[in-house]
């Protein structure tokens, strides 16, 4: 079986199997999710602990019920009642967790890499809930895992991000996973919100987004990262809307089976149009939300799976 | 004291530019003849074939006296230098407070000629508190021993201020060192704007930032008429405008960091926050150019940037870690790395390393001739090892080649004919 690695920092590091293998276990979850007896003991006495630098809703949800799903006994740290106010260093919270035994963690953190740092120096396995602009592989996974159950494969797809791509790590996680699986991306939006270098990412980029979204066959809108903004990205969120706001008419562009997807919290009115979000035989971001869940499982299961599997290696003594 | 006399010696002199064999003569603190007979009583050293070439003199040292003496004072950076063949150091003004009145910098004077081995001289600050906005007194700086003015990574944002200060420096004949950076595009960035950068997530400036720095302040040469160097000059686009100023006749030199001239921005992998740096770390077209630039004297000083953090202020995410990465000791043997691969032959690093800074801030060192100071390191370019960042002299130990394999090394450093570093003292 793929899947190996004892972290999950981000899709960089996972192969084209690694992440067929976690779709296919996350099909089982989300039909383990539509039942009404939604359990597994999969992380039965384990200790999953989400550690939350940067608010969250709903992926700090997902992460719970994910975990509790699976049987794990399941802690939300939050950073306002934390010693991280109080000017303790990230290592130093780290190394305070480890001494808890927490067998699974589940960090977001607003610095780029932080959740890297953080991996080094605790002896469980640390999920990456989103670094800065760096990654979001969960995310990333349960767009792919949407697509796939909408579109019945994950290759030979056109695929349009739109939007704030500089700030989002969600783009970044996205055209990494879609690259691996062989897909065609485009990135669309204004200059200001690509990321420098975009020409080298291996993408089509576009400014035009009618002519960005011509035969495309997903369509993934990336929130507006108003709180990200150090000011003056675009002009003003109405005419951003109008140049860059999916609606009905700027979709005609697209294959006329494309899906909308969206990772949340949709901004109505400035990247989407909220009836366009609504409807249920283009938009997919309910869907998105409950493959969440089943993709968080698989992930903590697999790499529950490791952990254990290198814990017997060393109580053992085998070296691998 | 005794004359020593050097004997098979691989002589790097680079004012001729050339790399022969021969034998030097040290008296009384100063070269007193190259190729002659030793001296009745003199000291033999047979330096076994080994380079000899004059001490490096590196422009740009951060000392932590004043405000920071948990990571480097003058002993302990003294103590580095002379590890690392460098016999005279110019100390940066950028310590807690700034070196921006003459009584301060009459302190770390005193303090430094005290504690170091070395020949330590001082730079003070261009503005007050390197705040930018009031010129320093640069008359008695100057006649306290300021050798030149420098806000060090503060960049003066207005340009007003600076023009007066230039303006005013000039008419001293004061030099003065710039940070050729943009503010606007580069503040708060921590990585050069790229495909790496994006793909790491980390808020990066353009390399443009540098050129545009540069630009302003050369037209505040024009202006003034001021001596100016610029400290570190990293990217290919920003050496157009060196070459015109130059071309132009403008009193201007520039300098760049031993780190830009053997790393790059895909040194930083994992967000490995000792690599680190002010301007941060570039591309390989970047690197590739400023090394040839060198080659060709447009760049004419090579520097160490030597910059002590503590273990704290890097072991956090990459946005938040300090920048900056210790190197008088690492500096001799990155430089060889230059010369290994071809880029660099020995009498050129030495041009950059010890002639050119120098003669540029007026001193009689970086020479190998009769009459120079007898201000020696004593070398082996191909000895390999393994750098251990915990041997290090430097009270931080916050260097990238941690780890790495190097190749060379400094056997004996001599200040004015006497050892300061190496066996047999």
């Known amino acids: ?320 | 004291m005794k004359s020593l006399h050097f004997t098979n010696a691989r002589l790097i002199d680079p004012e001729a530019l050339t790399d022969s064999l021969g034998s030097l003569t040290a008296t009384a603190g100063q070269i007193s003849a190259m190729n002659g007979p030793a001296p009745d009583g003199a000291q033999q050293i047979n330096c076994a074939g080994k380079c000899l070439a004059p001490g490096i003199v590196d422009w740009g040292v951060k000392v932590g006296e004043p405000g920071e003496r948990h990571r480097e004072s003058f002993r302990s950076a003294g103590m580095a230098a002379a590890a690392g063949g460098v016999t005279t150091l110019i100390a940066r003004p950028d310590t807690m407070p700034a070196i921006d009145t003459p009584e301060l910098l009459e302190f770390v004077t005193r303090r430094a000629a005290e504690a170091a081995p070395v020949r330590i001289l001082h730079m003070a600050a261009l503005t007050k508190g390197r705040a930018g906005l009031e010129m320093t007194e640069i008359g008695f700086l100057r006649d306290v021993g300021a050798v030149a003015f420098s806000d060090a990574d503060h960049v003066v944002q207005d340009t007003r201020v600076l023009a007066r200060a230039f303006s005013y420096a000039r008419s001293l004949g004061a030099l003065v060192v710039g940070h050729p950076q943009d503010q606007g595009l580069s503040r708060g960035t921590s990585a050069t704007s790229g495909k790496f950068a994006s793909l790491r997530g980390l808020p990066a400036a353009p390399a443009l930032a540098e050129r545009i720095g540069l630009d302003r302040d050369l037209g505040l040469v024009e202006l003034t008429g001021v001596r100016y160097h610029a400290d570190q000059i990293t990217t290919e686009r920003a050496l157009p405008a060196l070459v015109r100023a130059k071309a132009n006749g403008l009193d201007v030199t520039a300098g760049v960091s031993i780190h830009h001239l053997t790393l790059n921005e895909f040194d930083v992998g994992d967000y490995r926050t000792f690599f680190k740096l002010t301007p941060p770390l570039r591309s390989e077209a970047d690197r590739l150019a400023v090394v040839a630039a060198v080659g060709e004297g447009l760049i004419d000083v090579i520097c160490s940037m030597h910059t002590p953090q503590d273990e704290e202020s890097k072991r956090l995410p990459f946005e938040d870690a300090a920048a900056g990465a210790v190197a008088l000791e690492t500096f001799l043997p990155a430089a060889m790395r230059l010369f290994h691969a071809g880029a660099l032959s020995l009498p050129m690093l030495f041009r950059a390393m010890s002639l050119n800074p120098a003669r540029r801030l007026g001193l009689p060192q970086g020479r190998l001739a009769a009459g120079a100071p007898a201000d020696l390191v004593l070398f082996d370019p191909a000895v390999p090892y393994l750098l251990d960042r915990a041997a290090l002299h430097s009270k931080s130990k916050n260097t990238p080649f941690d780890g790495q394999r190097m190749e060379g090394r400094v056997i004996a450093t001599f200040v004015a004919g006497k050892q300061v570093f190496g066996g047999a003292q």
Do not use: W
Request: aromatic content about 4%; glycine content about 8%.
């Open chain 1, 1 to 320: 079986m793929a899947f190996r690695a004892r972290h999950l920092l981000g899709i960089e590091h996972l192969s084209p199997e690694d992440i067929r293998t976690v779709l296919d276990l996350a099909e089982r979850y989300v039909e383990l999710s539509r039942r009404t007896i939604k359990h597994s003991d999969a992380l039965a006495g384990m200790t999953q602990i989400n550690m939350f630098f940067e608010s969250s809703t709903r992926t700090q949800s997902s992460f719970e019920l994910a975990g509790k799903r699976l049987g794990a006994d399941v802690m939300n740290m939050s950073v306002a009642q934390s010693s991280v106010k109080k000017g303790e260093t990230l290592i130093d919270t780290a190394l305070t967790l480890n001494a808890m035994h927490p067998d699974l963690l589940v960090v977001r953190h607003p610095a780029s890499g932080a959740v890297n740092l953080l991996a080094e120096k605790v002896n469980c396995a640390v999920l990456n809930a989103g670094d800065g602009r760096h990654e979001h592989p969960t995310q990333a996974l349960l767009d792919a895992l949407t697509i796939r159950r909408a579109k019945g494969r994950i290759q030979r797809l056109t695929v349009a991000i739109c939007g704030d791509i500089a700030h989002s790590r969600v783009a970044r996680s996205n055209l990494i996973l879609l690259g691996k699986m062989e897909n065609r991306i485009r990135l669309i939006g204004p200059p200001t919100l690509m990321p420098a270098g975009v020409a080298e990412f291996g993408c089509e980029v576009y400014d035009d987004m009618a002519k960005g979204l011509e035969g495309a066959d997903v369509v993934i809108m990336l929130r507006l990262q108003k709180e990200r903004m150090d000011g003056g990205f675009i002009p003003s969120e109405r005419e951003y809307y109008y140049r860059y706001g999916l609606d009905a008419e700027k979709l005609a562009n697209a294959k006329p089976d494309a899906i909308v997807m969206h990772p949340g919290p949709m901004n109505r009115g400035v990247e989407i149009d909220g009836e366009l979000a609504d409807d249920i035989n283009r938009s997919v971001i309910q869907d998105q939300v409950e493959m969440g869940v089943a993709v968080r499982m698989a992930c903590m299961d697999l790499l529950a799976q490791n952990l254990r599997a290198d814990r017997g290696r060393k109580a053992t003594g085998v070296m691998v």
